[in-house]
């Protein structure tokens, strides 16, 4: 009974309950389907002979995809018991990583575990429930527990022996995904550069960057990533070789903000209201607060005002127009010709460039700007590399996942400086939008329709 109530009390029992929650919804969801059914069957064929073909024709995933042929196979069921545990762990990876001032404050931790339920489950089942876990949530999770060296160094703690191999590990799993290799291996690169240029450099934070640097070019030299683009071409994105690096780019930066401004995303509309208010609160300046609610205006614009902008502004409402038949994704060629097709770019431009604004105006004091508009980029970049895969429209929403999770992150860092007060209110109005979105997503993992 004593251990039960010296749980109940703790300040990481929020965590507990994030796990009770996302248990019970991993549990309700079916499979196998897409992805998901492919890996299925890896135990019919011979091992080796498997990741060769894997490494030479398809996908430098090697370790992602060994796990997920072992867990689909054999253990769903251990799957079904490990994803739960991946929310936690990112859950507790934002809080140790990037939360200073609220440290071991029940408070906080409640509320990144309502951010975190924040996240749709919807995007997790767009090829495959155990699949893009496996290849998006698992990444990520332990890509931000390979954070901590980081975070240790900074606050001057002891990194104990028997620690490091388990960040290494996190490290290598994460970096089998191209984006986080990419951001990780750039985090430790600046962080590296920062410590020596204040002599404060450690042999654990070294090495971290010499297994990023290996994940890196074990990721370039992989002949199947280039295989598998020229098969993705056929498949899905007949037209993507007609396109020069300039339409790439509109297409990078399209479809960098189409999942969070044309459809409506409760992380994204959060976050920018969450800075508005910050903003609204620290300065009168008319010019700052104006630039804080123009990526509000642009999300309820282009959901709320849906109806009213495709009648008034048909052509220029879809800019970027896509279809599928057949299985494949085709972008018309002509788009990148017609004036159209700035509208969405325009409103994007303009979107990210006031995010940036707000993130720096909310985190400029004390020059505590530089991290937070850092990942900030991070988030945009994983995204917008997008625009130079082929894949860019086949792979759908779900590779908005790390900038949706770098939003998530920044909240946590503005509420960090805030006072205990607003931290406490903005909880209450998380709880009640957590719960709402829990339904939502129960719904969805069952088949209802809410």
Same mark, same amino acid.
């Given at each position: ?8 009390? @703790? ?203 290996? @994940? ?123 004036? @159209? ?53 086949? @792979? ?55």
């Amino acid at each position: 009974m004593n251990k039960v109530k010296k749980i109940w009390k @703790s300040s990481y029992f929020p965590f507990v309950i994030l796990f009770i929650i996302m248990l019970t919804l991993t549990t309700t969801k079916k499979f196998f389907y897409d992805d998901s059914e492919i890996f299925a069957h890896f135990g019919d064929s011979d091992f080796l002979l498997w990741i060769h073909d894997r490494f030479f024709y398809w996908s430098s995933r090697i370790i992602i995809d060994v796990t997920l042929g072992v867990l689909a196979s054999h253990m769903s069921w251990l799957w079904r018991i490990i994803d739960p545990l991946m929310y936690v762990i990112l859950g507790f990876g934002i809080y140790r990583v990037f939360v200073t001032k609220y440290k071991d404050n029940r408070t906080m931790i409640a509320t990144i575990v309502c951010l975190i339920l924040l996240i749709p489950q919807k995007l997790f089942s767009e090829a495959g429930w155990m699949a893009t876990s496996l290849n998006y949530l698992w990444p990520v999770a332990l890509g931000i527990i390979s954070l901590i060296p980081i975070r240790k160094c900074l606050d001057g703690e002891k990194i104990r022996w028997f620690e490091f191999p388990i960040y290494a590990i996190c490290l290598i799993f994460a970096e089998n995904m191209e984006q986080v290799a990419a951001v990780l291996f750039t985090v430790y690169l600046l962080f590296t550069i920062y410590f020596i240029a204040k002599r404060k450099l450690r042999f654990s934070i070294f090495m971290m960057l010499l297994l990023s640097i290996a @994940s890196l070019v074990f990721i370039l030299l992989c002949p199947g990533n280039s295989a598998r683009a020229n098969t993705e071409v056929r498949n899905w994105f007949v037209d993507y070789l007609m396109y020069n690096n300039i339409d790439k780019l509109f297409i990078g930066l399209y479809s960098t903000m189409q999942y969070f401004i044309i459809h409506f995303n409760a992380i994204y509309f959060l976050f920018t209201v969450s800075f508005a208010i910050t903003i609204f609160k620290k300065y009168q300046n008319i010019g700052y607060r104006a630039i804080s609610t123009i990526p509000i205006f642009m999300g309820v614009a282009f959901n709320v005002g849906e109806n009213l902008l495709h009648y008034i502004f048909e052509d220029l409402y879809h800019g970027f127009s896509w279809f599928e038949t057949e299985n494949r994704i085709y972008l018309d060629v002509d788009n990148l010709t017609q004036v @159209s097709t700035y509208m969405p770019v325009f409103c994007s431009l303009v979107t990210l460039a006031c995010l940036a604004v707000s993130v720096y105006l909310t985190f400029r004091q004390n020059h505590k700007a530089i991290v937070p508009l850092l990942i900030l980029c991070a988030g945009i970049c994983s995204k917008f590399i997008m625009g130079f895969i082929v894949t860019v429209f086949a @792979s759908s929403n779900r590779t908005s996942f790390i900038f949706m999770i770098c939003m998530l992150i920044l909240m946590v860092m503005m509420l960090d400086q805030s006072k205990e007060k607003t931290l406490k209110s903005y909880l209450n109005i998380l709880i009640i939008v957590a719960i709402f979105m829990v339904m939502n997503h129960f719904c969805l993992c069952t088949g209802y329709v809410l």
